[in-house]
């Protein structure tokens, strides 16, 4: 099994920037990559970001290309995404995942964006 933590969600202003970070606990040895999701109030939820452990691929949905990165740390099992320029419409909750045999969740941290 793996568990997921979120953090470092928060209320920032349109133009500001805030750092996700998603600590794994458990059977690490079986995750292969870990991503991000976000869903907004009454939307389903979307890709975000997702990066393979290795660090060597990473891939972005068009809508944060050039504004959020991902990255991760193996040695604290974390994975963060650093979100720059924020937009009102990034405003969501923003949820890990890890892929693995089975895929893995954690309980999602709110993201809020003022204009």
């Known amino acids: 099994q793996v568990q997921l933590v979120e953090s470092g969600g928060g209320l920032v202003q349109a133009g500001g920037s805030l750092r996700l970070s998603c600590a794994a606990s458990?059977?690490?040895?079986?995750?292969?990559?870990m991503g991000w999701f976000r869903q907004a109030p009454g939307k389903e939820r979307e890709f975000v970001a997702t990066?393979?452990?290795?660090?060597?691929?990473?891939i972005y949905a068009d809508s944060v290309k050039g504004r959020f990165t991902i990255s991760r740390d193996n040695a604290k099992n974390t994975v963060y995404l650093q979100m720059n320029n924020l937009k009102p419409e990034d405003t969501a909750v923003y949820y890990c995942?890890?892929?693995?045999?089975?895929?893995?969740w954690g309980q999602g941290t709110q993201v809020t964006v003022s204009s």
């Open positions: 458990g059977r690490t040895v079986s995750v292969y990559a």
């Open positions: 995942n890890a892929y693995a045999y089975s895929n893995y």
């Open positions: 990066i393979n452990w290795s660090g060597a691929y990473t």
